[in-house]
């Protein structure tokens, strides 16, 4: 089993910068891949982006992709969102999921963001 906590969220103007931690503990040497997901008011869950954790591989969705960077420091377990350029449209509750290689997957409970207009 694993646990990850998110951290790092807040309230910033648009066109700020925000950076985000997920602290993963437990069975840290089974991860695959850790992903950041988002979720906004009245709207479903997005994918944001995912890092696989052995080789250091990211992948970002289009909303993302050129203002957001995904990284990782495996001596601390942790895995980092830098959020670049931010928009209204990117208020939403931050979610951080540690996937093992089982198939397992394990949810963090969120970190709130709120870009201001």
């Known amino acids: 089993q694993v646990q990850v906590v998110e951290s790092g969220g807040g309230l910033v103007q648009t066109g700020g910068s925000l950076t985000l931690s997920c602290a993963a503990s437990g069975r840290t040497f089974s991860i695959y891949t850790m992903d950041w997901f988002r979720q906004a008011p009245g709207k479903e869950r997005e994918f944001v982006a995912r890092?696989?954790?052995?080789?250091?591989?990211?992948t970002y969705a289009d909303s993302a992709a050129g203002r957001f960077t995904i990284a990782g420091d495996k001596a601390k377990d942790t895995m980092y969102l830098q959020m670049n350029s931010l928009k209204p449209e990117d208020t939403a509750v931050y979610y951080c999921?540690?996937?093992?290689?089982?198939?397992?997957?394990?949810w963090g409970e969120g970190t709130q963001v709120t870009v201001s207009s």
């Open positions: 999921a540690a996937n093992l290689y089982d198939g397992d997957s394990y």
């Open positions: 890092r696989w954790w052995s080789n250091g591989d990211s």
